[in-house]
């Protein structure tokens, strides 16, 4: 009888160190994984960030503040959305954000906006659509540079009447059997900018803020690591 408990401990104890070594193991795979999705997730956003801003910001020099705003009619989004702020010592150059495009000609058509700190648009980019093969899919990037005619525009350049397509003659060109996408990209872009012009000092006011209290985490984390001179 004792022998027999004898063997049922030691399989006790051996299942425990075996059931301790593989949640080590889990846990350390999992903080691995943890550490390599959010440094891809990382490496993503700046890729979209750079994608629509001035090739001055170097991929390696972005520091952006993320912060939250809601506008669902100049916007098209009913929740927050994410805005980024690029800072350059503590000086506003460039915010990111999204915009829907509501009447895409299938369905809503949804934009990536880069904006400088004066209001001048550096990018466009379409994250999301359904338009159609060969015809409205030219506002993709990778399909044509249709897109990039919104380099450089502002609100007053060109002025208000102007921002439409030159079948509405307006200044932004035509898709050729996609006048409706064209469309809705240039009420798109344009609501972007009204949107950044009517929320830019409070936006870069609460990217301020954000950033000084990040800065300041930062230094008390370092703070507590280092080691104590006794």
């Not at 669902?72 to 506003?92: A, K, S």
């Not at 060969?134 to 540079?145: A, F, P, Q, R, Y």
């Amino acid at each position: 009888m004792a022998a027999t408990e004898r063997t049922a401990l030691r399989t006790l104890v051996l299942v425990g160190v075996i059931a301790v070594g593989a949640a080590a193991l889990v846990s350390g795979s999992y903080e691995f994984s943890r550490d390599r999705i959010e440094a891809n997730r990382q490496e993503r956003l700046l890729q979209e960030l750079q994608s629509v801003l001035d090739s001055a910001f170097s991929k390696a020099a972005l520091n952006p503040t993320r912060i939250q705003a809601s506008d669902p009619q100049r916007l098209g989004y009913e929740d927050p959305v994410d805005v980024y702020i690029v800072q350059d010592e503590e000086r506003p150059r460039a915010a990111v954000f999204p915009a829907v495009a509501p009447d895409g000609y299938h369905a809503p058509i949804h934009l990536l906006i880069g904006v400088s700190a004066d209001g001048v648009v550096t990018g466009v980019r379409v994250i999301e659509h359904r338009e159609t093969p060969g015809l409205g899919d030219v506002i993709e990037i990778g399909k044509s540079d249709w897109i990039v005619q919104f380099d450089g525009k502002s609100l007053t350049s060109p002025q208000p009447p102007q921002w439409a397509v030159d079948d509405d003659d307006g200044s932004f060109d035509s898709i050729t059997g996609a006048t409706v996408t064209a469309r809705a990209v240039v009420a798109g872009v344009r609501s972007g900018l009204e949107f950044y012009e009517a929320r830019r000092e409070e936006l870069f006011a609460r990217a301020a803020d954000e950033a000084t209290d990040r800065a300041t985490e930062n230094a008390t984390d370092r703070a507590a690591e280092e080691p104590v001179n006794e």
